[in-house]
């Protein structure tokens, strides 16, 4: 959540495909008490589904609707328009999933104060597969990620849901729920693909991605554990003495959207590496604040960097 600053209209922008949940998330929302508000509440439709909004509870709740039926509509006359009309203290968005996010421009005098996902569980597969890149615009800077009606989706299916989320956006809180509430996400040691309690714990090369989002989650699991595993070699100029970046490149959405993967390394020889070699590292781990992680995250320190052949295999979730 963005820092909230009362010179300016905080926005709560709720996004995800049609039918995914948001006007019912919305609905709620409006009745707790953490959200009521003196004053008006202006809540922008970006699409008409099924769910009609309550008028008492818009009613009760001061909630003034507009509706806009193209993104090209919410231009800097239309947010100008609605502050003279309406004079909100807060502005709701029910963002139209099929529309690309980076899209929204905000005024100067706006400010998006925190972005939430809906997702339908039952119909994931068929976004995952069919529209990743619209899928990660939407993901990508929310802060909460809601995932409901995953009644029929397997444990092995929300673990893998899980996993490609979490590389879409490594810092979202992601939330699971079925007909009976927010579903428990624990990934037991005995389900991981490597040993946690060898003396070095050997990450694959097809296992990357999984020990990469798991030791984002679990400090308690990789604090102090020592592993081995090949990626190729990140450095920058602002990076300090003997610290470099292991890793393997990934692709979170498609082709065109591809990411670095790795955690920042402290080793006698990275004044001696090159970006873009290939490395063995065995390292131990550790968890510290560490400025590009916003907070605290892993950070290795190498036993030994060895040269290793290139993988050609990108990792993929």
């Known amino acids: 959540m963005s820092d909230y600053n009362e010179e300016k209209m905080p926005v709560f922008l709720i996004n995800g495909f049609l039918e995914a949940g948001k006007t019912q998330f ?77 899209q929204l421009r905000l005024p100067d005098t706006w400010q998006l104060y925190q972005q939430i996902t809906i997702i339908d569980g039952s119909t994931f597969d068929l976004y995952l597969n069919n529209m990743k890149p619209l899928l990660g615009l939407l993901v990508r800077n929310s802060e909460l990620v809601i995932m409901n009606r995953c009644d029929d989706v397997s444990d092995e299916d929300i673990l893998k849901y899980r996993r490609g989320l979490k590389a879409l956006n490594p810092q979202a809180e992601l939330i699971f729920e079925d007909a009976e509430g927010e579903i428990e996400q624990e990934v037991l040691e ?68 591809m990411t670095f993967l790795g955690f920042i390394c402290k080793a006698r020889e990275a004044r001696l590496l090159e970006t873009g070699k290939w490395v063995k590292v065995r390292a131990r781990m550790e968890y510290e604040f560490w400025q590009d992680y916003d907070g605290v995250g892993p950070v290795l320190y190498a036993e030994s960097v060895e040269p290793a052949e290139e993988i050609k295999e990108i990792v993929q979730f």
Do not use: H
């Open 190 to 257: 005995e389900d991981l693909p490597y040993d946690l309690k060898a003396d070095v714990v050997e990450i694959s090369p097809e296992d990357y991605g999984i020990w990469y989002i798991d030791a984002l989650d679990k400090e308690d699991r990789y604090k102090g554990k020592v592993v081995e595993f090949t990626g190729m070699v990140l450095k920058s100029p602002e990076f300090p003495k003997n610290y470099f970046v292991p890793g393997r490149m990934a692709m979170t959405c498609c082709e065109a959207d």
């Open 26 to 102: 919305i609905s709620f929302t409006l009745q707790q008490e953490y959200f009521q508000s003196d004053g008006t509440t202006v809540l922008i439709l970006c699409e008409e589904g099924d769910t009609e909004y309550d008028k008492a509870l818009l009613k009760k709740t001061r909630t003034k609707i507009v509706t806009v039926d193209d993104v090209s509509e919410m231009d800097q006359d239309f947010f100008g328009r609605l502050e003279a009309l309406y004079d909100p203290d807060r502005v709701l968005i029910e963002w139209n999933g099929m529309w690309p996010q980076d």
